[in-house]
């Protein structure tokens, strides 16, 4: 069993992790934080919207919403639209800076398929001659083992058998690994993994955690030797009675490689998985790849990663390539994946062609507001600092979100992009929100979701009259993010009645 943050609705929590003290609930943008839905709210929708509603009603029954006594303190910025650029519908702080939480993956993403084209992928190469071999990197976040061992079979089959020298090359991407920005506990959580140009099965390793006698701690084994050195583990858990509440707090010192695992697990509890950064991201993947090559009788004789922008004169010997960018987007989109919007970014600032030693990551953002402002985005309507939405400064107003949906709509890859997104009731953070109610199936969305913030901005194909553009998102909320959520979700749901009343 994985160790979970939170559970959708209708699962088990099997035991809540603690991350410095903090339960990873607060945190937005991780895969299964978002996932958490509601049927309170479309339970109680389903019953105010049963007759459809002209567009001159939408006001009023969202004003409704918006100004009950428990959300009139909240920040509240909403606008709707049709899929062309028109009169909204409704609009409230439309032009007004919020946090967007992980709804910044909606710029990267648009961005990435605007400039690269849907077909556009990520290939790492071997290149060498005379018994030297350079691998270099450029930031797949798609690689894993299997692709390191395609490589080793590629260079065996063209008799490879000894390397005298192997060179793993870090340098494609250039800057720093997390944003400064980020809390400094992102780093020690799985959806806060260092962001560099060798990255190898999303440069998380994993721990398992297993029940021993009663009273004894929780025996707590790497699942992949090669990775054991990257932290020191302080085991200060313990194995407790049957039945017992499992729950675990990991605490890290910045700048130190060390964890202090805290907690308590049922004698009865099945072993639990926990994952973790990698700490040295480079030398992970070299050793990785190291073991591959001596899986297919190649020895090594020398090895080393270099921080280089080189560029390699020798021929390629062997490569593999990442899944179609239409496909990296919706494995962004879906599941809300903090280390694959962060890997895009900054291969856009590689196409950018960075100047002055510039990071790759800024060249990436200059390039997201170009691109999106020179079709029509409001240049002044969002400030990005990073390409996932774990910043806490990225700014951008409703009005950019919507401005850009209709951008890309309207582009040969609209469609793409539009299945990219999470469906109501069906896929990815919305697949546990509108079961069973009219929206399911019908609403193409993004979540976002950090402490004191969610948001949710996409599309709507309403029955009874057009396509929607929408952005709704909350601010300074000091209440739990199931009631927001819910606010949310009763807007969209009135979204879906719309009708046509000429």
Known sequence: MR?????????????????????????ATSTEAELVGSTQSIVSAKENSARNICPSQLPEAIDAIVDRPEHRRLYWGILIQRLSPSRPLYTRNAQQYFIPASNVKLFTTAAALLQLGSEFRIRTSVYGKDGILRLVGRGDPSLTNAQLQDLAQQLHRQGIRQIQQLIVQDGYFQGLSHHPTWEWEDVYADYGAPINSLILNQNLVELQLSPQALGEPVKITWTDPLAAWQWQIENQTLTEISGAKSAFEVNGILGKPSLQIRGQMAIDSPSQVLSIPVRTPGEHFLQHFKLALIKEGITVAQSQVINSTEQVKEPELAFVESPPLSQLITDINQP????????????????????????TATAGLNLIQTKLSNLGVDRGSFILVDGSGLSRRNLVSPESIVQTLQVISRSPQGEIYLTSLPIAGISGTLRNRFKDSPAMGIIYAKTGTLTGVVTLSGYVDTPNYERLVFSIMVNQSDKPTRIIRNAIDEIVLLLTQLKRCE
């Open 3 to 27: 160790c979970k943050r939170l559970t959708a609705v209708g699962e088990t929590v099997a035991f809540l992790i603690l991350f410095l003290g903090f339960p990873w609930s607060i945190k």
């Open 336 to 359: 809300s994946n903090n280390l694959y919007a962060e890997a895009l970014l900054r291969t856009l600032g590689v196409n950018n062609s960075p100047i002055n030693n510039q990071d």
